[in-house]
């Protein structure tokens, strides 16, 4: 039966690789398998991936069954690259991140028939926003920071921690940063010295604030940039578990807001319905030409010449803010093999490029 059709996502980001294994027909239930590889420092971004096939090859064998289609998630043709020359004659189909992402919202009716939508996608290496046509599916404009993401809100979090005595390393400053996406006050711990810190979600809240107000800005932008106002905004990324975020970002934006409740899985997930369909090759999702024209409301000048200095400001500030810390924590710790841990633009995996 088809419904037994056995298909793996997988998504591929800066930071690792997110795999679930499921039926064809279920990529909104809880799936059969699932697992997250973090990238190792200085490692290239196929191999996270290539890993999570392998883990989710074995949970299906474990099964006695065969997983039929394959498809990755890639949010730049420099991933898509590097994936497609590991997987040799390993059968895959790489997708663009934007669409798969507008595949599952599609399946689940979240997305809108018509107009357009913003892709907020906040993860651990930096903030991708996408504003996307749901008829076609094509970008009409799209921005990415490497400085906004939850790699950023961790290193302003162990800073935090630091300045009331409590030293903290990466993966712990990341537990309780999750933690405070669901629990309203938590304690850190520093394991050498003994020290203790309260943390509350309003204390990382005010970390993140800059953060969130600029990348509202960003929003702002893209919908100027178009001429389109959008439909609804849509939270994917890991980092928008957080219900502070979200509020803010509500409340900034002013439009309707779509989330899923495993945010950091929507890309995987539109991944497992591009390999039900089993196509060969990649999937790419349609751009906007330069200078084209599309149809919609035009949207006032909202953003004056002062906020856009005021953003300039921010990004510079907040920037400067984490990019010090990162390097002190390169300084501090060597990885395994003795290379330094990725700087921010090595995190992000590349520089920003023009889309159009």
Same mark, same amino acid.
């Given at each position: 039966?088809?419904?037994?059709?056995?298909?793996l996502?997988?998504?591929?980001?800066?930071g690792?690789?997110?795999?679930?294994?499921?039926?064809?027909?279920?990529?909104?239930?809880?799936?059969?398998?699932?697992?997250?590889?973090?990238?190792?420092?200085?490692?290239?971004?196929?191999? !996270?991936?290539?890993?999570?096939?392998?883990?989710?090859?074995?949970?299906?064998?474990?099964?006695?069954?065969l997983?039929?289609?394959?498809?990755?998630?890639c949010?730049?043709?420099l991933?898509a690259?590097?994936?497609?020359?590991?997987?040799?004659?390993t059968?895959l189909?790489?997708?663009?991140?934007?669409? &798969?992402?507008?595949?599952?919202?599609?399946?689940?009716?979240?997305?809108?028939?018509?107009?357009?939508?913003?892709?907020?996608?906040?993860?651990?290496?930096?903030?991708?926003?996408?504003?996307?046509?749901?008829?076609?599916?094509t970008? /009409?404009?799209?921005?990415?920071?490497?400085v906004?993401?939850?790699?950023?809100?961790?290193?302003?979090?162990?800073?935090?921690?630091?300045?009331?005595?409590?030293?903290t390393d990466?993966?712990?400053?990341?537990?309780?940063?999750? =933690?405070?996406?669901? &629990?309203?006050?938590?304690t850190?711990?520093d394991?050498?010295?003994?020290?203790?810190?309260?943390?509350?979600?309003s204390?990382?809240?005010? /970390?993140?604030?800059?953060?969130?107000?600029?990348? +509202?800005?960003?929003?702002?932008?893209?919908?100027?940039?178009t001429?389109?106002? !959008?439909?609804a905004?849509?939270?994917?990324?890991?980092?928008?578990r957080?219900?502070?975020?979200r =509020?803010?970002? +509500?409340?900034?934006? =002013?439009?309707?807001v779509?989330?899923d409740?495993?945010?950091?899985y929507?890309?995987?997930r539109?991944?497992?319905?591009?390999?039900?369909e089993?196509?060969?090759?990649?999937?790419r999702?349609a751009? /906007?030409?330069?200078?084209?024209?599309?149809?919609?409301? /035009?949207?006032?000048?909202t953003?004056?010449?002062?906020?856009?200095?005021? +953003?300039? &400001?921010?990004?510079?500030?907040?920037?400067?803010?984490?990019?010090?810390i990162?390097?002190?924590?390169?300084?501090a710790?060597?990885?395994?093999?003795?290379?330094?841990?990725?700087?921010?633009?090595?995190? +992000?995996?590349? !520089?920003?490029t023009?889309?159009?």
């Amino acid at each position: 039966m088809e419904s037994m059709v056995l298909v793996l996502g997988v998504s591929a980001g800066a930071g690792g690789a997110r795999a679930m294994l499921t039926h064809s027909d279920q990529p909104h239930l809880p799936p059969i398998d699932r697992c997250q590889v973090p990238r190792r420092a200085g490692g290239g971004v196929e191999e !996270p991936v290539f890993e999570a096939i392998r883990q989710m090859r074995a949970a299906a064998d474990r099964r006695d069954e065969l997983i039929t289609g394959t498809a990755v998630t890639c949010r730049c043709p420099l991933h898509a690259d590097a994936i497609r020359a590991t997987a040799g004659r390993t059968r895959l189909t790489i997708i663009d991140e934007p669409l &798969a992402q507008l595949r599952y919202l599609r399946f689940t009716g979240r997305l809108p028939t018509s107009g357009s939508v913003i892709l907020y996608d906040l993860g651990s290496s930096g903030l991708t926003i996408t504003h996307a046509d749901c008829r076609t599916d094509t970008i /009409l404009s799209s921005k990415r920071s490497t400085v906004l993401g939850g790699d950023g809100y961790d290193a302003l979090l162990r800073w935090q921690l630091a300045r009331g005595g409590v030293l903290t390393d990466k993966l712990t400053s990341r537990r309780h940063r999750e =933690e405070l996406s669901s &629990a309203r006050v938590i304690t850190a711990m520093d394991a050498s010295s003994g020290g203790r810190a309260v943390i509350t979600r309003s204390d990382l809240a005010e /970390l993140c604030a800059a953060g969130i107000h600029h990348s +509202a800005s960003f929003v702002r932008q893209l919908i100027e940039q178009t001429g389109i106002q !959008p439909e609804a905004l849509v939270l994917v990324g890991g980092c928008t578990r957080n219900p502070n975020i979200r =509020e803010e970002l +509500a409340e900034m934006i =002013e439009l309707p807001v779509v989330y899923d409740s495993e945010p950091e899985y929507v890309s995987a997930r539109g991944a497992v319905l591009v390999a039900a369909e089993r196509p060969s090759g990649d999937v790419r999702m349609a751009r /906007l030409r330069s200078g084209a024209l599309t149809t919609g409301a /035009l949207v006032p000048t909202t953003v004056g010449r002062r906020k856009l200095i005021a +953003a300039v &400001a921010v990004t510079v500030a907040l920037g400067a803010t984490i990019a010090g810390i990162l390097t002190m924590d390169r300084s501090a710790a060597q990885t395994p093999d003795g290379g330094n841990a990725p700087t921010p633009v090595e995190v +992000a995996g590349i !520089p920003p490029t023009p889309l159009n």
